[in-house]
């Protein structure tokens, strides 16, 4: 009876068994740009090796990881314990050849070639980050039959659709500990996101120690920030994995957290009390763009911070500013008359073009959500769409020969099926000229945390976004629904095995409403 369990229970989680018959037979995700069944299997055994050729670094820790998670899967115990390039198991199950090092950018060749026959597996790549690509999808081609596992005899070419494929988290309105990013980062991987955007300041929280201006988090967060030493473990981490992590620092508006430390450089008329916030909303505090001091002290903030995060791009958020602060300060509208600057949207602009400066002295490229879009920015400046109603052009930048990425139809805080994200195309559905659909890079799930906890956070990001990451890796083509939401219970599953709690954390939750 036991054994007949057992049985149902494996049925019920490996790939392509107890399903009703689809035209896909693989359970991969995302899917690969080609694949190419084969004749046989080759079987995963306790002498189950692997060999690698290439740069170390990335490439050792992360296929002993690899190694770990197989075992993991299986259950086989292998033999082998770690690995070094220079180990040379001549004969190896799974022979990795790398040529180099990926440098960690965007753009970075993220392709390779899978082969797996009877006799052997074979992952090629220009770059240890395309081998952990592949890596990912060879542990998805796990399966299981009467004599135990196995991996499909297959070939795959592979690389992503888009450069930039990320997932935006919100440590400022519900502090995320470094733990909760770092399994997110494993998730990440295993969908093949490579960008990781931390929304670091809000109205909610400024959470990142700044050893030049401390007053921003010591009282613009309640004692919940990350140390730099924190923050540069995240980043390496995140590095292994061949995943960016880029900061945001929202200004001018969603800025009370920054007022809170330094309320002279804000635009609220006298007497005005900043007060941190703790619920969701839109507010007014906003940094006054008429004060060389704010210009001062954010050059200050962001060389630090730029040197903090090695990134070449750097986010300045930009959306939902009101500019009701701004209406109201006679000295504001005095400047605003003095310069010829029309309306708030005219002063936004001559804000964002001086930022846009300041992110360029510092050797980065600004990204902004797309309010701050104007045609006299810098032309490395990347616009964040997600605004698209109303009529609103949000790919006026693409148009332009700005470079952008897409997160609206992306936004996982609004507790969507996960199908209205897979069937949203970053490209939209008018169709762009060639010329504009070649600036368009990626984009992004957003995860604001308004709403969410360290506890929930999980199961409100996976495993919809395995749906989105999806989008921005297989070719437009694929998109049937049926088959992505077969696919997409198989990798929650995995997702389980290593380490995300979605499915797990809604137990614990449950017991303590019920307590
Ligand atoms: C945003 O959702 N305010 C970018």
């Known amino acids: 009876m036991m054994r007949l369990l057992y049985l149902v229970l494996l049925m019920s989680i490996l790939p392509n068994f107890g399903f009703a018959a689809v035209d896909n037979p693989w359970s991969l995700m995302p899917m690969p740009k080609e694949i190419q069944a084969k004749e046989g299997k080759f079987r995963i055994l306790r002498s189950f090796t692997v060999n690698l050729k290439g740069p170390e670094e990335r490439l050792n820790p992360q296929a002993t990881r690899f190694l770990r998670r197989l075992d993991d899967r299986t259950g086989l115990f292998f033999e082998q314990h770690f690995l070094r390039t220079d180990s040379q198991v001549s004969e190896a199950s799974l022979q990795v050849e790398v040529q ?47 004599n135990g596992y196995y991996f499909p005899a297959v070939e795959i070419n592979d690389a992503p659709r888009f450069p930039w494929r990320g997932l935006m988290m919100d440590p400022s309105r519900h502090f995320m500990p470094v733990d909760v990013l770092k399994r997110n ?155 010829k600057l029309k309306d708030n949207h005219e002063l936004q602009l001559y804000f964002s073009t001086r930022i846009s400066k300041m992110v360029k002295r510092l050797g980065k490229h600004m990204v902004g959500w797309d309010e701050i879009y104007t045609p006299e ?43 209205s994200h897979y069937l949203n195309d970053p490209l939209g559905d008018k169709p762009l000229k060639p010329s504009a659909e070649a600036n368009i890079m990626g984009g992004e799930a957003t995860m604001w945390s308004e709403l969410v906890t360290a506890r929930t956070v999980d199961s409100r990001i996976w495993p919809r976004t395995a749906a989105i990451a999806e989008r921005f890796w297989s070719p437009k083509h694929i998109r049937d629904v049926d088959d992505m939401y077969r696919r997409m219970d198989l990798f929650s599953m995995a997702l389980e095995i290593d380490g995300i709690l979605h499915i797990h954390s809604k137990e614990a939750i449950m017991r303590k409403l019920c307590r």
């Open 100 to 146: 180099k090092a990926g440098v960690l950018k965007l753009g970075v060749d993220e392709s390779y070639r899978l082969s797996v026959a009877p006799e052997g597996i074979r992952l090629t790549a220009p770059t240890d980050i395309g081998a952990l690509r592949g890596m990912e999808t060879l542990l998805q081609l796990v399966q299981v039959d009467e």
């Open 185 to 339: 980062l494993n998730a990440m991987a295993s969908a093949k996101l490579n960008v990781l955007h931390l929304h670091l300041s809000d109205n909610q929280g400024f959470r990142i120690e700044s050893k030049v201006l401390p007053a921003l988090h010591e009282k613009g967060s309640d004692g919940e920030y990350y140390t730099q030493q924190q923050i540069r473990e995240v980043i390496a981490y995140a590095g292994e994995l061949g995943i960016r992590v880029m900061p945001e620092f929202d200004v001018p508006g969603h800025a009370t957290a920054i007022l809170m430390a330094y309320p002279e450089i804000g635009s609220a008329p006298a007497g005005y009390e900043y007060k941190m916030e703790v619920n969701a909303g839109v507010f007014d505090p906003t940094l006054d763009p008429t004060n060389e001091k704010t210009y001062e002290l954010l050059e200050k903030l962001f060389a630090e911070m730029a040197s903090l995060f090695p990134d070449e791009y750097f986010h300045i958020g930009g959306d939902e500013n009101k500019g009701l602060h701004w209406k109201e300060n006679p000295r504001i509208q005095q400047f605003m008359k003095k310069n």
């Open 377 to 419: 920015l810098p032309k490395e400046t990347l616009v964040h769409g997600w605004r698209n109603w109303q009529g609103m052009d949000m790919y006026q930048a693409a148009k332009k020969g700005y470079k952008m990425i897409v997160s609206s139809g992306y936004y996982i805080d609004l507790m969507k099926r996960a199908e």
